[in-house]
């Protein structure tokens, strides 16, 4: 797998370097977000199976480098800042990256996300206006847990997900949830706190396009709101999508 890692700051780009390669990935570095557009052009090389993107850049800020990206490549996008604040994350999202990692990471949590945009079909703001459905190729199974097939139980706060059975329980009480219902809540739970645009939950959801879903994305956030009994905890974010929120302690 190739990688693109856009670091400005030597030390973290050589021992993040040394940490892909051995998990397997052939890693380009570059320093600048010049150094990165200059490389995803298609005569500039090999072709990127996803780029991992600092926000905090000498030349150019990594935002506009995302959305530079963006206008000429379909590569998937992995911002990594230190910026943690939501406005941020959002401003990313928006820009079309494909993830937000913030620092300091956990390097299993990074590898899993990489993974992750690598193996989710492509999602380009330009899909929306594609005629017909959108089939993924290959029929890849609706919700991937990284690393754990599926199988591992989350819990968050009163809620337990079972991805083996599709259970899923509050305060130890069973809750029938519709197939799309449980569906949508384990995806949201993948990654709690990160924002899924509508687009990507529809796609993956409802393996469709974006368009001729109406408000059926609304309505099953309405009703799994109401069968959780805990409305907060997917939160929606305006104009962008959805995001699951831990309830603390
Ligand atoms: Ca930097």
Not at 58 to 71: K, M, W
Not at 159 to 166: D, G, K, L, M, Q
């Amino acid at each position: 797998m190739r990688l693109l890692l856009v670091e400005d700051d030597d030390r973290v780009a050589s021992a993040l370097s040394a940490v892909l390669g051995k998990h397997g990935f052939d890693v380009r570095h570059a320093r600048s977000g010049g150094e990165a557009i200059q490389a995803l052009l298609p005569d500039g090389g090999p072709e990127y199976d996803c780029v991992l993107l600092d926000l905090g850049l000498p030349d150019q800020d990594g935002f506009e480098v995302c959305s530079r990206i963006r206008r000429r490549s379909a590569t998937p996008v992995i911002m990594v800042t230190a910026r943690s604040d939501v406005r941020s994350r959002i401003h990313g999202l928006n820009l079309g990256a494909d993830d937000y990692v913030v620092k300091p990471y956990d390097i299993g949590e990074l590898l899993a996300r990489i993974h992750a945009v690598v193996r989710r079909p492509p999602l380009r703001p330009g899909a929306a206006q594609s005629a017909g459905p959108a089939t993924p190729p290959g029929g890849s199974p609706m919700v991937t847990l990284p690393g754990a097939d599926g199988a591992a139980p989350m819990t968050l706060g009163a809620v337990v997900i079972e991805p083996s059975t599709r259970q899923v329980t509050v305060d130890g009480r069973p809750v029938a949830l519709t197939r799309k219902e449980f569906d949508l809540l384990a995806l949201l739970a993948q990654r709690p706190g990160v924002v899924f645009r509508r687009e990507q939950i529809i796609s993956e959801v409802w393996r469709t396009a974006w368009e001729g879903t109406g408000r059926t994305l609304e309505v099953h956030v309405a009703s799994l709101r109401a069968k959780l009994r805990t409305p907060a905890m997917i939160e929606t974010v305006r104009g962008v999508g959805y995001r699951l929120v831990v309830p603390a302690g």
